[in-house]
């Protein structure tokens, strides 16, 4: 097999061209979609996140290690052991939601299921 580096220097530039195109492609597509970001002054509890689930009736959940936070498009609802009962723990390690629409939702030490 013979190499040149006048033939690698043309793959460079097909390859580069490729990837010029895919990345225009991308930018477009990701023009159709909005992006932002959540803060605690949007109302999320902490700033750190550990965990997102989405639940079948559309929230959005989210835990972090001051609390949990139910998202529904424009506001946050925060559940912590200061507003909800049940809550031991603000430090949430994790969350999930089951094929039912029930919500676990981790704890450093333990787990509890808010049935929704």
Request: net charge positive.
């Given at each position: ?19 010029f ?24 509890p ?11 009736d559309?929230?959005l ?20 052991k200061?507003?909800?009962r ?10 999930f ?17 808010v049935?929704?």
């Open positions: 097999m013979n190499f040149s580096y006048r033939n690698s220097f043309r793959w460079q530039q097909v390859l580069f061209c490729l990837s195109f895919v990345c225009l492609n991308a930018t477009a597509f990701a023009d159709e979609y909005g992006f932002g970001f959540w803060t605690t002054a949007s109302g999320l902490q700033n750190t996140v550990n965990g997102i689930a989405r639940t079948p559309g929230y959940w989210l835990a972090a290690f001051d609390g949990l936070a139910r998202f529904d498009g424009v506001r946050f609802t925060v559940f912590d200061g507003s909800s049940g809550v031991v723990n603000n430090r949430f390690r994790g969350i939601a089951d094929r039912d629409g029930a919500v676990w939702a981790l704890f450093l030490s333990a787990a509890v299921c049935k929704l």
